[in-house]
C-alpha cells in the first residue's frame, strides 16, 4: 500500500502497523506480561500500553489511574510503592508488569506508550534514556502539554496527536489548510463527540502532509476492513487473532512481522 514515507525509523514497517491494544485482552487481561507475550507469538512487533508510575517512581504497564477495575482495590497506582505494586494480582493470577521487563522480554517489539498522568513523565523519560529505547517508541497521550514535556527531555522521538493537535488536524482536513505537523502519525478514533475523525478524506489529508493515521480501538471485521478500505495505515485491536486474519487476507500482514 502506499503511505507516506515514515517521519520515524519506529513507523518503517512493511504493511499495516498492527497493534496489539494493551496486549489485548483475548487470551490474557490487558496489559499483563501473558497479554504482550500472546501478541508477539502471533507474530506482533507494535505494542500499545499505558504507563502510570508508582510512588517511588517506577514506570508500570497499567491503564487506569486506580486499582479498582483490574484489582478490586479502591486506590490509585500513583500511590503505592513498586514493592507493594509488585504484590498485587490481576485475575488469573497476573502481575503488574514493569515497563523496564517488558522492553527487556521483548527486544523487537515497538512500544506505542500513553503517559496517563504528570507522576509518569519523568520516570518515563529516565527510563528511555537508559533503555536506550528512543527508537523503539511513539509517545502519545491526552495531555499535548505532556507529549511535549516528553520530547523535551529525551529528544524527538515517534510520537502521535494529543487533543488539541487532533482538533487541529481535523479542522485542516476539513477545509483542506496546508498546515504542517510534527508529529509522525494521528492516532485517532473513528469518532470524537460525534464527529467523525477517520474519513476516506481526512486520511487522504494526512498522507498529503506526510503523517501515518492509525485508528482505536477496532475490535469488528467489518470495521477493520472499512477502513482499511479507506487507506488507513495502522489499527489498534484488543483482538489480535482477529486484525492478524484480517490482514492476512488483505495481504497487509507486513515481512517484517
Not at 504482550?36 to 502510570?52: K, M, N, P, R, W
Not at 478490586?72 to 497476573?94: F, Y
Not at 487541529?168 to 509522525?184: E, P
Not at 467489518?222 to 482477529?242: I, K, Q, Y
Request: glycine share 8%.
Amino acid at each position: 500500500m502506499m503511505r507516506p514515507k515514515a517521519k520515524y525509523a519506529y513507523l518503517d514497517h512493511d504493511g499495516v502497523l498492527a497493534f496489539a491494544h494493551r496486549g489485548g485482552d483475548r487470551v490474557a487481561p490487558e496489559n499483563t506480561l501473558a497479554a504482550f507475550q500472546d501478541a508477539v507469538d502471533s507474530g506482533y512487533i507494535y505494542l500499545e500500553t499505558d504507563v502510570h508510575a508508582s510512588a517511588d517512581g517506577v514506570v508500570y504497564a497499567f491503564h487506569d489511574d486506580d486499582l479498582q477495575r483490574m484489582v478490586g482495590e479502591p486506590v490509585a497506582i500513583s500511590k503505592l510503592t513498586a514493592k507493594q505494586i509488585d504484590t498485587l494480582r490481576v485475575a488469573g493470577g497476573h502481575a503488574i508488569p514493569r515497563m523496564a521487563d517488558l522492553f527487556e522480554a521483548f527486544p523487537k517489539a515497538k512500544f506505542n506508550i500513553d503517559a496517563k498522568a504528570w507522576p509518569v513523565v519523568d520516570p518515563l523519560c529516565d527510563l528511555v534514556q537508559q533503555t536506550q529505547t528512543h527508537d523503539r517508541i511513539c509517545i502519545g497521550s491526552f495531555s499535548d502539554a505532556r507529549i511535549k514535556k516528553v520530547l523535551h527531555q529525551i529528544g524527538d522521538v515517534c510520537h502521535s496527536f494529543g487533543p488539541l493537535a487532533a482538533v487541529r488536524f481535523r479542522l485542516a482536513a476539513l477545509s483542506r489548510a496546508k498546515l504542517s505537523f510534527a508529529q509522525g502519525a494521528g492516532q485517532l478514533p473513528i469518532r470524537q463527540f460525534g464527529v467523525p475523525m477517520v474519513t476516506k478524506a481526512s486520511v487522504d489529508y494526512a498522507h498529503k502532509c506526510g503523517l501515518q493515521v492509525h485508528v482505536w480501538t477496532i475490535n469488528t471485521e467489518s470495521t477493520m476492513h472499512e477502513l482499511l478500505d479507506m487507506g488507513v495505515d495502522g489499527l489498534m485491536t484488543d483482538d489480535c487473532a482477529l486484525l492478524k486474519k484480517v490482514l492476512l487476507s488483505r495481504n497487509l500482514w507486513g515481512a517484517a512481522h
